[in-house]
């Protein structure tokens, strides 16, 4: 069974860093393009950043490039997202999703698109607050 498991979320100052991982389990992920998204209350899904097979590619929002970053290591079936000078407008319940790699196109022209993905995470909550 295919399954996305996000982590590392929590509550943080206004200016400060967390990083969230997301495990996946029943596939291999060298094959999928990873997409994180984030849903704030009152809101709808928006992407945040998303990322190709090998990590060569990746491509953000405008409202976080420049202080969040994406990562994967195949090996441990993981993808990361580090984020720093977090603002309280970050405050959302983040989310991981996965397609097959050949559907997820990294210029951007998708890859920030809900419908582009089939499988996702249960998400992880993130608080921004003094």
């Known amino acids: 069974q295919l399954q996305l498991v996000e982590s590392g979320g929590g509550l943080v100052q206004p200016g400060g860093s967390l990083s969230l991982s997301c495990a996946a389990s029943g596939f291999t992920v060298d094959y999928y393009g990873i997409g994180w998204f984030r849903q704030a209350p009152g809101k709808e899904r928006e992407g945040v950043s998303c990322?190709?097979?090998?990590?060569?590619?990746?491509n953000y929002a405008d409202s976080v490039k420049g202080r969040f970053t994406m990562s994967r290591d195949n090996a441990k079936n993981t993808v990361y997202l580090h984020m720093n000078r977090l603002k309280t407008e970050d405050t959302a319940v983040y989310y991981c999703?996965?397609?097959?790699?050949?559907?997820?196109?990294?210029?951007?022209?998708?890859?920030?698109?809900?419908?582009?993905?089939?499988?996702w995470g249960q998400g992880t909550q993130v608080t921004v607050s003094s």
């Open positions: 990322i190709s097979p090998s990590g060569g590619m990746r």
């Open positions: 999703a996965a397609e097959s790699a050949s559907a997820v196109d990294l210029d951007g022209s998708n890859c920030h698109l809900e419908q582009t993905y089939e499988y």
